[in-house]
């Protein structure tokens, strides 16, 4: 008989199968078998099944214990970033879940957090809970808040925020590529909204923020981007004005996916050799606040977590499950970490 033929005939008779084998239940048990089969291995992500099975432990695969922690809770930024990845919308996480986030990290061992973006000022009232919380329940032993310009930093944030106000907030990294005015894209001000900084505004609003940082007890680091069209500057000009806590110097790399050659363009940065980069540092060698990061050694020393509450791997091009789903170190299991460098104090750390 042909199988056509006798698959049509189960379906009517009790002949051929028993009456509890049809082939609607025979398909319907196939299915639920392959997809829990998938779920289980970790191939497909389904909320009401049981939780899939932990990856397996590799003994060359370094699980870091999470004690310095990027969070960036959001991605929505007012600007084109050439070294992250930011979005003009975001998934944004409520506190709640941010807590719980947070609790779970600190038990794993988290001693220092970094909460940037995206613009994480975008959302200065669910920032400040989460700096405090971060603080005062938590016992976090460092928090830092980076922002991308100095601009967007409002004095009523860090008089709420910082050390002498009781806050939770230790440090505050801005970026500030130094006074050549290069780049074009659009600026956020908190008055004036979208708007081109010029020279002399940035330069003032980062004047403006040191003196509130040194008024209300709040570290200010800088950190600076040097491409192919600062590393020739001489910046001690306005370090010597500003005297951060730190001035971290960040070689640029070229960042591409997928093979885009137009990114370094249309972000308006252009990479620098090490050799280009050694030189802007030995010009600039007397600031004892100094601390540069060549390309190399870009990424190490710390987890990212993303806005889903993921841990991104040392690539940032994949993803854990959620930690509020499958804990700290199940997450981090599931990724590899070989060949990442954790030998990183908490004085260089943000």
Known sequence: MPLSTLLRTSTTTTGLLPPFLNLNLLLSLTLSALLYTAHAHGYLHIPYLLPRKPAPLDNENKIPTPRSIHYHFTRTCTRTCPTTHTHTYTHIEPLENHKTALRLLAEAGMRSITFAGGEPLLYAVLLGQMVGFCKRELGVECVVVVVSRAGLVPESFLREQGGKGKGGLDVLAVGFDGGSGYGHTQDWDWNR????????????????????????????????????????????????????????????????????????????FEPVSEEQFDEFCERHKRQMCLVAKPGRSAGDGHLVVDEYLRFLDPTGKKASRSILEVGVERALGSLCWKGVSWDVGLEEEG
């Open 193 to 268: 909204g979208y708007r081109h900084g010029s020279r002399r505004e940035r330069m003032l609003a980062l004047e403006r923020v040191a003196g509130w940082c040194r008024a209300y007890g709040v570290k200010l680091q800088v950190n600076t981007v040097v491409d192919g069209r600062r590393v020739g500057e001489d910046m001690n000009g306005w370090v010597d004005r500003v005297r951060p806590w730190r001035w971290v110097c960040f070689q640029y790399l070229e960042v591409r996916e997928d093979g885009d050659k137009k990114d370094t363009v249309r972000s308006g």
